[in-house]
């Protein structure tokens, strides 16, 4: 009896490590895709972070020519008036 109940165990026991190897793969092969995604994600942050600094620098790029452009709208409009009143 004592015999029997040990092999019952060891053949219980066999299955618990055969689904805790199998348990194993999945994690491990979920861990490799979500690796992968995360290099993916990385990468895509990386390329954004550039667009990023491209868009804020044509950004400032435009601020800037406008800011001359209103300068110098107001220098002509003060040349106008001048002729206005010299006229």
Do not use: P, Y
């Not at 793969?25 to 993916?40: F, N, R």
């Amino acid at each position: 009896m004592k015999l029997q109940s040990s092999k019952e165990q060891l053949i219980l026991f066999k299955k618990q490590c055969e689904n805790a190897e199998d348990g194993q793969q999945t994690l491990e092969a979920k861990v490799e895709e979500l690796t992968v995604q995360l290099d993916s994600c990385r990468s895509h942050c990386s390329q954004l972070m550039q667009e990023k600094d491209l868009l804020q620098k044509s950004l400032d790029s435009v601020r800037s020519e406008k800011n001359a452009l209103d300068k110098n709208r107001m220098e002509m409009n003060a040349i106008v008036s001048t002729w206005i009143l010299v006229l």
